[in-house]
Each structure stands twice: as C-alpha cells, then as structure tokens.
C-alpha cells in the first residue's frame, strides 16, 4: 500500500486575540453632481488623498474630484478639469495619484485626430492642485486611445492606448513618461515582442518603481495575457509575459492590472470557476528576473455573471478584487473582496458592500487600496439623479477580542487552487475560533474518497494538500471531486476538477 501523504501548512492568519475588520468609512459623492456623471468610474489612492473620475460630467467632457482625509474626516478638496476640455473627451476615464502627483486620462481627446486621447499631470502645492502638463504619444494617431488606462509612481507614469496599430489594428501600446523639474517628457514606448492585431496591450496599466504591467485583454482570441516591463536607466525592457496557468479564451486576463513591490495581480473576469464570468484574478511574484503565478483568487461566494476581477489593487500584503456585477444588494449592486498574504498563502479577509448598495449601483467598477484605506468606485449609483456615481471608503482596523468574547471573523472554506489540477491542489480554510473539524473529499457519487484533516485546529487559517490518492493510497481518476468541511456547527463544500 502506498504511503498517505497529506501536507498539512498551518499558516495562521490572524492572531488569537485579534479581529481584523474594513469598515466602512465615508461615501463620497461630487459636491455638484448629477445625472450620468459616471462619479467613480475610476478611483485610486495614495495617503491621505484619494481621487475620483467622473468621465460623463459637463457633456462628458470629463473631471476628476480630489479627496484628502484628515484624522477620520474625508472632504472634497478641488475638482479637477482639462485646461482645454471639450465634449466626449472623457477626461476621468481613469486616474491615479502618487503623492504630490495625480494623472487623469482623456482617451476621447482628439489633438492627433479624433478619439487619440491625451492624459494630464496636476501637482499638489498646499491645498491647491495645479495642471502641470498635458502628455500625448509623439506618434499619436486618430483612434489610438490613448489615456484608456493610466498609473503613477514617483517621477514616472505610464499611459495605455489599447487601439494603437504597430503590431496590426488594436494591437496596443503603452507609453513611459518621466518628470524633469516640471516639465514630463516621453521616454519609451511599449509594445508586446509577440504583439498581433487586437491584442488591446494598453488595456489596463500599473507602475511601481522600476516596474511597469500592461494588460492585453484580447491576446489569445481574448484568453488574455498581461507583460511585465523593468526600468535599467532609461531603458524600458520586457521581462516576462503573465498568462494563466488555467487560462480559455473568454477569460479575459489583463482585463486590470497591479503591481506593488515584486508582486502583481491580474484579473479575468470572464473566468468560469464559479459559473459563467464569475470571475477571478491571479498573483505573481518576482524571483529574480521571473514572475511566477503563485495564487488564484475567486469568491467564497462567487457566481455566474459577477465579473470578478474586473478591476484589481495590491499594496504590499493586501489586494482588493471588484465584482460590479455581484447582486448582494441587487442585480448588478456590487461587491469587493479583500485578500491578505501570509506567507505564500493569500486568503479572503472581508467581503465590502456599500451600506446604502442598491441594484445596478455597480459597486466594484473600480477599487484602489493604499496601506489601511480602500476606495471602491460605484458609477452607476443614483445619489446626485440616474448614473450620477459614488465612491467609498473602507479603513482596516484590528480590534482586541478577550479570551472569554467570540470571535466575529466567518469560517470560510476557499476554492481549491490549482482547478484544475494535477497532480495536486490545495485547499485553505479559516476558522472564527478553536474547533474540532473534519476535511474530506468525495465523489460525485457522494462516496468518501479521502479525510484530509480529522482534529481540533486553532483559530485562523489552514491549507492542506491533496495528492489526488484515495483512502487505500490509490491514484483516482480524471473527474470532478467535493471537499466538504464540518466543524460541528457549519459545512461547507467547495469543488475542484482533478484532469490527467
């Protein structure tokens, strides 16, 4: 008989005494808002500052809302706009903020033609935010798009036009630009070494240091695939191409994108784990000169039709998912979902709604997390008349339970990652307190295949490793097999899909 192997990682999450929690803080809504604003198409935040796209206000000509937090209060600052605006610029299409430092897409602009786009820097002095530069692509044609996507970090930013030609029609591109005193000068120009017509490489963009992701969502017949950039000098070089290691045409990988130190996540919301365009994202990791896939994220809850990942933001050990079509408050309300790493494990922390959500809302249009705040975009919302659009702000915080207290942090069992697999997958569970649990794999049939863990586990989080053998040490065969969880009080049930 072979030897059982079970590996048994206990990795706790969270400590005995603590309960970890994002509340949320504020809700943000544009002090002149009204009907189809789009208010929190785009969010990002940095600090104590947060700012908020607004791509439909004035004849969609487009703005931008400032946001500064001081202590626990969050108050409107400035509205930013184009220096040289004009109708369906869509200026606030997306934005990001580092710093003293903003930027603001206008993919509409048409100062290379129509629908070229352009993007705009402003810069903090005090309380006033001043426009800086306006940057086009030095080769800027009608249609590029450029502005789509943007991101800032430092002295450097980077802009995506998805519908740029080098590598055939919407192939894509993306551009870096570095500050020199005041003035932002172009220094590269990035295109995929394996681009090809509709690829969209400029889809989604983020930049941390010396590192830059751009996301082509159509690459693979829309499989999608995302490539990582490293800065030497003034050199721009790619390093790595990200796809999935489960990836199908539909999945629509590279749909957003995030980097934050060596680890970056990418989402594809048109992956099928837990229904049709459930949804889902995966985290890389830098060794050395390498980006290893390391985790796929899904909801505990996810179903058809949520668009999981459709936006996505890490800052160090944390990421945030959204899912703007989730329907916790309604069809299409939304939701967010937050991601903690310990060790190479990340779990699900919380799940965010908006305390006031309602249908079609679209919460999770966009999300931005900076240290222990998060901004969640909700365009759709209704506040300021139809479409008119909200954003809101979560903060972490860890409060001390007492021994004798119950823990209010939900069990929770994760989908098994990698599914498919082969040979082996690893399911994680977390626990509200100490329990006594038993962790088995079935058939479809309901017949017992395997007890992974029987015992009593402490508090927080746990992963163990099934090999694919059965109860007598036996290879089982290519199909889909159930984990179920018990601690006495609770089951949960989660699949996973076993190919050889």
Same mark, same amino acid.
């Given at each position: 008989?072979?030897?059982?192997?079970?590996?048994?990682?206990l990795?706790?999450?969270?400590?005995?005494?603590?309960?970890?929690?994002?509340?949320?803080?504020?809700?943000?809504?544009?002090?002149? !808002?009204?009907?189809?604003?789009?208010?929190?198409?785009?969010?990002?935040?940095?600090?104590?500052?947060?700012?908020?796209?607004?791509?439909?206000?004035d004849?969609?000509?487009?703005?931008?809302? %400032?946001?500064?937090?001081?202590? *626990?209060t969050?108050?409107?600052?400035?509205?930013?706009?184009?220096? +040289?605006?004009?109708?369906?610029?869509?200026?606030?299409?997306?934005?990001?903020?580092s710093?003293?430092?903003?930027?603001?897409?206008?993919?509409?602009?048409?100062?290379?033609?129509?629908?070229?786009?352009?993007?705009?820097?402003?810069?903090?002095n005090?309380?006033?935010?001043?426009?800086?530069?306006?940057? &086009?692509?030095?080769?800027?044609?009608?249609? +590029?798009?450029?502005?789509c996507?943007?991101?800032?970090?430092?002295?450097?930013?980077?802009?995506?036009a998805?519908? +740029?030609?080098?590598?055939?029609?919407?192939?894509?591109?993306?551009?870096?630009?570095?500050?020199?005193?005041?003035?932002?000068?172009?220094?590269?120009?990035?295109?995929?070494?394996?681009?090809?017509?509709?690829?969209?490489? !400029?889809?989604?963009?983020?930049?941390c @240091?010396?590192?830059?992701?751009?996301?082509?969502?159509?690459?693979?017949?829309?499989?999608?695939?995302?490539?990582?950039?490293?800065?030497?000098?003034?050199?721009?070089?790619?390093?790595d191409k990200?796809?999935?290691?489960?990836?199908a045409?539909?999945?629509?990988?590279?749909?957003?994108?995030?980097?934050?130190? +060596?680890?970056?996540?990418?989402?594809?919301?048109?992956? =099928?784990?837990?229904?049709?365009?459930s949804g889902?994202?995966?985290?890389?990791?830098?060794? #050395?000169?390498?980006?290893?896939?390391?985790?796929?994220?899904?909801?505990?809850?996810?179903?058809?039709?949520d668009?999981?990942?459709?936006?996505?933001?890490?800052?160090?050990?944390?990421?945030?998912?959204?899912?703007?079509?989730?329907?916790?408050?309604?069809?299409a309300?939304?939701?967010?979902y %937050?991601? /903690?790493?310990?060790?190479?494990?990340?779990?699900?922390?919380?799940?965010?709604?908006?305390?006031?959500?309602?249908?079609? *809302?679209?919460?999770?249009?966009?999300?931005?997390?900076?240290? =222990?705040?998060a901004?969640? !975009?909700a365009? $759709?919302?209704?506040?300021?008349?139809? %479409?008119?659009?909200? *954003?809101?702000?979560?903060?972490?915080?860890?409060?001390?339970?007492?021994?004798?207290s119950? %823990?209010?942090?939900?069990?929770?069992?994760?989908?098994? $990652?990698?599914?498919?697999?082969?040979?082996?997958?690893?399911?994680?569970?977390?626990?509200?307190?100490?329990?006594?649990?038993?962790?088995?794999?079935?058939?479809?049939?309901?017949q017992?295949?395997?007890?992974?863990?029987d015992?009593?586990?402490s508090?927080?989080?746990?992963?163990?490793?099934?090999?694919?053998l059965?109860? /007598? @040490?036996?290879a089982?065969?290519?199909?889909?097999?159930?984990?179920?969880? #018990? &601690? !006495?009080? #609770?089951? /949960?049930?989660?699949k996973?899909?076993?190919?050889?």
């Amino acid at each position: 008989m072979k030897k059982l192997l079970v590996l048994l990682t206990l990795t706790l999450l969270t400590s005995a005494w603590l309960f970890a929690d994002w509340e949320q803080a504020y809700k943000a809504l544009a002090d002149d !808002g009204t009907v189809w604003d789009y208010f929190g198409c785009s969010v990002s935040i940095s600090g104590d500052y947060a700012v908020v796209g607004a791509k439909g206000d004035d004849d969609s000509s487009g703005s931008a809302y %400032m946001f500064h937090r001081s202590g *626990a209060t969050w108050t409107q600052q400035v509205k930013l706009t184009a220096d +040289d605006g004009a109708p369906w610029d869509f200026f606030g299409n997306s934005v990001s903020v580092s710093g003293d430092y903003a930027i603001v897409g206008a993919f509409r602009d048409d100062d290379n033609g129509d629908n070229s786009g352009s993007a705009y820097i402003f810069y903090r002095n005090g309380t006033v935010w001043t426009q800086q530069a306006k940057l &086009t692509a030095d080769d800027g044609s009608a249609g +590029d798009f450029f502005g789509c996507s943007v991101s800032i970090s430092g002295d450097y930013a980077v802009v995506g036009a998805y519908q +740029d030609d080098d590598n055939g029609d919407e192939s894509g591109s993306a551009y870096i630009f570095y500050r020199s005193g005041t003035a932002w000068i172009q220094q590269a120009k990035l295109t995929a070494d394996d681009g090809a017509a509709y690829d969209c490489f !400029g889809y989604s963009v983020s930049i941390c @240091g010396d590192y830059a992701i751009v996301g082509a969502i159509w690459d693979g017949g829309g499989s999608g695939s995302a490539y990582m950039f490293h800065r030497n000098g003034t050199v721009w070089t790619q390093q790595d191409k990200l796809t999935a290691d489960d990836g199908a045409a539909g999945d629509f990988f590279g749909c957003s994108v995030s980097i934050s130190g +060596d680890y970056a996540i990418v989402g594809a919301y048109g992956d =099928d784990d837990n229904g049709d365009m459930s949804g889902s994202a995966y985290m890389f990791y830098r060794n #050395e000169t390498a980006w290893i896939q390391q985790a796929k994220l899904t909801a505990d809850d996810g179903a058809y039709g949520d668009y999981f990942g459709d936006s996505v933001s890490i800052s160090g050990n944390y990421a945030i998912v959204g899912a703007s079509r989730d329907e916790d408050n309604g069809v299409a309300s939304g939701s967010a979902y %937050m991601f /903690h790493r310990n060790g190479a494990v990340w779990a699900q922390q919380a799940k965010l709604t908006a305390d006031d959500g309602a249908l079609h *809302a679209h919460f999770g249009t966009s999300v931005s997390i900076n240290g =222990d705040y998060a901004i969640v !975009g909700a365009p $759709y919302d209704d506040d300021n008349g139809d %479409m008119s659009g909200s *954003a809101y702000m979560f903060e972490y915080s860890e409060i001390a339970i007492d021994e004798d207290s119950e %823990m209010p942090i939900a069990t929770t069992l994760q989908a098994a $990652y990698p599914n498919p697999f082969n040979p082996t997958t690893t399911i994680a569970f977390s626990l509200a307190e100490p329990a006594q649990i038993t962790l088995c794999v079935y058939n479809l049939r309901g017949q017992l295949v395997r007890t992974l863990a029987d015992g009593l586990f402490s508090a927080g989080g746990h992963s163990v490793v099934w090999d694919g053998l059965d109860t /007598h @040490g036996e290879a089982v065969s290519t199909g889909v097999y159930l984990f179920r969880l #018990e &601690t !006495g009080s #609770e089951v /949960h049930v989660s699949k996973a899909l076993l190919l050889k």
